[in-house]
């Protein structure tokens, strides 16, 4: 198993920019692919991006696209949530996971974080 601790959320103005982190214990980091989800109150929880184990390959939504940066480090057992030009519609609670295996195209995901949130002021 694989423990996933979040960090990094707060409360920023609208085109600001914040960071995520997502710290890894338990069964060694570069097994699994990172994801990173986010709900909004009232909201399914949705796809935000995923990265492979090694970090060469990574998967976005497509409103993520070009404003969110997902990338990891194995060394450190950390996985980041790089978030600029931030919009009040991305205010949510946003959640790291894992898996083993490919993640391109994939949704679904057995380890979970608790979630850290999000909060974008207009």
């Known amino acids: 198993q694989v423990q996933l601790v979040e960090s990094g959320g707060g409360l920023v103005q609208a085109g600001g920019s914040l960071r995520l982190s997502c710290a890894a214990s338990g069964r060694t980091f570069s097994m699994y692919g990172l994801a990173w989800f986010r709900q909004s109150p009232g909201k399914e929880r949705e796809f935000v991006a995923a990265v492979s184990r090694s970090g060469g390959t990574a998967d976005y939504a497509d409103s993520m696209k070009g404003r969110f940066t997902i990338s990891r480090d194995n060394a450190k057992n950390t996985v980041y949530l790089q978030m600029d030009n931030l919009k009040p519609e991305d205010t949510a609670v946003y959640y790291c996971?894992?898996?083993?295996?490919?993640?391109?195209?994939?949704?679904?995901?057995?380890?979970w974080g608790q979630g850290t949130q999000v909060t974008v002021s207009s």
């Open positions: 996971a894992a898996r083993e295996g490919r993640i391109v195209g994939v949704r679904k995901y057995d380890y």
